[in-house]
């Protein structure tokens, strides 16, 4: 019965309490809920085209973006990043918020297993894209519209590949059939 305090100096600065808090009681400066939704909405304002979310740990995927970007690699324009902190920020209902609002593929890149700068924040994060495979499967939609990869930053070519598979694999599924409906029911 005693009410939780937070110790900041204890704080690590990934998230995962965040987003596995089951009654939202705590949030991340900088990286609110309501700032990730706003970008996951703006980048689905438009759906007429084919867009896969890419959730990117800021220590490892975002900067083998950054690696990509620096080698002149190519990777598809359907793939739109949005930075987290480490993947364990990256909540169920992000991904689900992002296939309500027509995303086509959502997948989350994390640091490899046993290099998450804060321990487990990529084991956690993989247990959500399962969960979110499971909800996705249970109405209808294909689960493997959702995945989780792992890389380092130094792997640019890796992160190109996984952008490449991923619009392949939601190339070959079709579009999200949310989005269809809701484009049939307009
Ligand atoms: Fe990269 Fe945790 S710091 S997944």
Same mark, same amino acid.
């Given at each position: 019965?005693?009410?939780?305090?937070?110790?900041?100096?204890?704080?690590a600065?990934?998230?995962?309490?965040?987003?596995?808090c089951?009654?939202?009681?705590?949030?991340m /400066?900088h $990286? *609110?809920?309501?700032?990730?939704?706003?970008? =996951?909405?703006?980048? @689905?304002?438009?759906?007429d #085209?084919?867009?896969?979310?890419?959730?990117?740990?800021?220590?490892?995927s975002?900067?083998?973006?950054?690696?990509?970007?620096?080698?002149?690699?190519q990777?598809?324009?359907?793939?739109?990043?949005?930075?987290?902190?480490?993947?364990?920020?990256?909540?169920?209902?992000?991904?689900? /918020?992002? $296939? *309500?609002?027509?995303?086509?593929?959502v997948? =989350?890149?994390?640091? @490899?297993?046993?290099?998450? #700068?804060?321990?487990?924040?990529n084991?956690?994060?993989?247990?959500?894209?399962?969960?979110?495979q499971?909800?996705?499967?249970?109405?209808?939609?294909?689960?493997?519209?959702?995945?989780?990869y792992?890389l380092?930053?130094?792997?640019?070519?890796?992160f190109?590949?996984?952008?490449?598979?991923?619009? *392949?694999k939601?190339?070959?599924l079709?579009?999200?059939?949310?989005?269809?409906?809701?484009?049939?029911?307009?």
């Open positions: 019965k005693e009410i939780a305090t937070v110790v900041e100096a204890a704080c600065g990934c998230g995962t309490c965040a987003a596995e089951p009654t939202d009681a705590i949030h /400066r $990286f *609110e809920d309501d700032q990730l939704i706003a970008q =996951v909405d703006a980048i @689905l304002a438009d759906s #085209h084919d867009k896969v979310v890419a959730f990117a740990c800021n220590w490892c975002y900067a083998g973006g950054d690696t990509a970007g620096t080698g002149r690699l990777y598809p324009t359907s793939i739109k990043i949005i930075r987290v902190p480490c993947t364990g920020k990256v909540d169920l209902l992000h991904i689900l /918020r992002a $296939f *309500e609002k027509g995303a086509d593929g997948y =989350v890149v994390g640091c @490899l297993e046993g290099d998450c #700068h804060f321990n487990n924040g084991f956690r994060a993989r247990k959500r894209v399962e969960q979110a499971n909800i996705l499967n249970t109405i209808g939609i294909e689960g493997e519209r959702a995945q989780m792992n380092s930053s130094s792997e640019g070519p890796r190109a590949e996984y952008a490449r598979e991923m619009d *392949e939601i190339r070959n079709g579009p999200n059939p949310i989005k269809q409906a809701k484009q049939k029911a307009a």
